[in-house]
C-alpha cells in the first residue's frame, strides 16, 4: 500500500522556521523523483519545490527560492522541506508528491504564518 505522510506543519511568526517531512512507503522512493506543493484557500496548487532521485537536481519557485530548501534521505525514504524566513504569504496547506510510472499524493500538512 502506498503512503505518503506529511508532519512538521504548524503556526509560526513571520520570519520563522519550519522543518516539512515527508513518509513514504509502498513504492520504490529512491527513484522517483519527488515534489512539494502547497494550497491556499481560494487559490490554486502551486509547485514550490522539486528533487530528483538521487537528490542531485532541485529546482525552485521563485518566490520561495533563497528560503526553501528541499532534500531527500532515500534510506529513511522520507523527503523534506526546509522552510526559513516565512511570510504570511506562505500559508498554505503543503503536500508531497511523487511523480514518476506512477503519481501518489499526501494527505497534507498545514502551515499557518501570523504577522
Known amino acids: 500500500q502506498v503512503q505518503l505522510v506529511e508532519s512538521g506543519g504548524g503556526l509560526v511568526q513571520s520570519g520563522g522556521s519550519l522543518r516539512l517531512s515527508c513518509a513514504a512507503s509502498?513504492?520504490?522512493?529512491?527513484?522517483?523523483?519527488m515534489r512539494w506543493f502547497r494550497q491556499a484557500p481560494g487559490k490554486k496548487r502551486e509547485l514550490v519545490a522539486t528533487i530528483s532521485g538521487t537528490g542531485i537536481s532541485r529546482n525552485y519557485a521563485d518566490s520561495v527560492k533563497g528560503r526553501f530548501t528541499i532534500s531527500r534521505d532515500n534510506a529513511k525514504r522520507t523527503l523534506y522541506l526546509q522552510m526559513n524566513s516565512l511570510k504570511t504569504e506562505d500559508t498554505a496547506m503543503y503536500y508531497c508528491?511523487?511523480?514518476?510510472?506512477?503519481?501518489?499524493w499526501g494527505q497534507g500538512t498545514q502551515v499557518t504564518v501570523s504577522s
Open positions: 509502498g513504492f520504490s522512493f529512491s527513484i522517483y523523483p
Open positions: 508528491n511523487a511523480l514518476g510510472r506512477n503519481e501518489y
